[in-house]
């Protein structure tokens, strides 16, 4: 299978880096097409993967085409390459926030019937550890979604979901890197501020909030029990505990995700 990303922007790379790494497909059969071709040339050079100077000429020799574009450009993008994605029928990925399969089958035209398979992994897929969502329309064959599903599991876990709960998962999945980032962040810089070097404070931090992650996926504990296990009566945990909720912690999160879905929707609403 060759396969086409167009966009190799912050997204598309995480998940090249991610696809060479753990060996899911010689780099030669990953083709990339993107606007600042300089750039192109040299992330080509530097990964192996297979220049092209264009979309088009990218999707004249691909099986799969990965769209990692931002939502807005699609309406651009896709009608220009209608015509030679019709002749050549390839499966069509996208992984944009706010763009739905409806709207992808729209800008490549209605009366077709193009097999469009929509995932939503996370930047973390450049080390092999995404959370991704897949979701496809009625044009994909078995083989077609296994082959999606092998790829964004190469690079992490994917799981097929239903399309309507795409922004949803953005808000805890997609998106949610860059809230753990932040999380991670503010706990070296409280370090800093009693006195830590921020680089060895973020190293320990990281590690805490990574063991913290596999005690929830592995103890098969919920997070609530987990965190009584931490409290010890009258010490150091619950008062970091109450420090926390008397800024309101678990309603800012719960804010941050209802954000990030009202967002999603209001992409999907300008491109619709
Ligand atoms: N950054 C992230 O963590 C995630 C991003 N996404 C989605 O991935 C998509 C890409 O996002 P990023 O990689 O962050 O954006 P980016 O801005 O880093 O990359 C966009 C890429 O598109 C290329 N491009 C722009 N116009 C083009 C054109 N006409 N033809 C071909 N290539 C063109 C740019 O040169 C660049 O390589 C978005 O739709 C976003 O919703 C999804 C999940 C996570
Ligand atoms: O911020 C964004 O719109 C993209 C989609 C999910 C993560 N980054």
Not at 32 to 55: D, I, R
Not at 104 to 127: C, E, K, W, Y
Not at 238 to 247: C, F, P, Q, T, V
Request: glycine share 6%; charged share 20%.
């Amino acid at each position: 299978m060759k396969v086409g990303f167009i966009g190799t922007g912050n997204m598309a790379s995480a998940i090249i880096k991610g696809m060479i790494t753990k060996g899911f497909l010689p780099p030669s059969d990953i083709y990339v097409s993107s606007l600042q071709l300089p750039k192109l040339k040299k992330f080509a050079e530097e990964t192996g993967t297979t220049f092209c100077s264009s979309n088009a000429e990218l999707v004249a020799q691909v099986d799969v085409i990965i769209l990692a574009v931002k939502p807005n450009l699609f309406q651009e993008i896709l009608p220009a390459l209608q015509p030679i994605i019709q002749d050549r029928n390839p499966l069509i990925v996208s992984i944009a926030a706010g763009v739905s399969l409806e709207k992808i089958q729209r800008l490549l035209g209605d009366n077709h019937t193009n097999s469009i398979v929509r995932v939503m992994p996370n930047v973390n897929a450049m080390i092999g550890e995404s959370m991704s969502a897949v979701s496809k329309n009625d044009y994909v064959t078995p083989a077609q979604m296994d082959f999606v599903l092998g790829m964004f599991n190469a690079v992490g876990l994917a799981i097929e979901i239903e399309e309507r709960y795409f922004s949803i998962f953005i808000g805890i999945a997609g998106s949610a890197p860059a809230y753990a980032y932040l999380f991670i962040d503010s706990l070296a810089r409280g370090a800093l501020k009693a006195g830590m070097n921020k680089e060895q404070a973020t190293r320990i931090a990281a590690q805490a909030v990574l063991g913290s992650a596999k005690m929830i996926l592995e103890s098969n504990e919920a997070p609530w029990v987990l965190i009584d296990k931490v409290c010890s009566p009258g010490g150091t945990t619950i008062a970091g505990i109450s420090a926390l909720e008397d800024r309101n912690f678990i309603s800012t999160v719960m804010h941050a995700v209802e954000a990030t879905i009202q967002r999603d929707e209001e992409i999907a609403a300008k491109q619709s």
